[in-house]
């Protein structure tokens, strides 16, 4: 049975950072996303990892976050991370891991089928 569940959450202050990880159980494919919804808002593609090829891994991020997350798999491990640097307060949301795609490079979240149960971030000003 697949499973993802995240961590790493909690309360900084803007400018701040944190590492979620989402530790997955099974096999999820090669392809991996970061997604995060703030209330009232759709739930938003943040960064996406291609590994479909190990020599030449492939990262997508959102614009609101391009130079400020890395996202990143420790595949020994079967962990994908998302490291948040300078954050500021519109990153409030909470975070979800997803893969099993058949979209792999995709940040809508209905190209994946397997979630996590997510983890709050909240950047306060």
């Known amino acids: 049975q697949v499973r993802l569940v995240e961590s790493g959450g909690g309360s900084v202050q803007a400018g701040g950072s944190l590492r979620l990880s989402c530790v997955v159980s099974?096999?999820?494919?090669?392809?991996m996303a970061w997604f995060r919804q703030a209330p009232g808002k759709e739930r938003e593609g943040v960064a996406v990892?291609?590994?479909?090829?190990?020599?030449?891994?492939?990262?997508t991020y959102a614009d609101s976050v391009k130079g400020r997350f890395t996202i990143s798999r420790d595949n020994a491990k079967n962990i994908l991370y998302l490291q948040m640097n300078s954050l500021k307060p519109e990153d409030t949301a909470m975070y979800y891991c997803?893969?099993?795609?058949?979209?792999?490079?995709?940040?809508?979240?209905?190209?994946?089928?397997?979630w996590g149960q997510g983890t709050q971030v909240t950047v306060s000003s």
């Open positions: 997803a893969g099993n795609t058949y979209y792999c490079g995709s940040k809508r979240a209905d190209s994946y089928a397997r």
């Open positions: 990892l291609d590994s479909n090829i190990s020599t030449n891994i492939r990262t």
């Open positions: 099974g096999y999820i494919g090669k392809c």
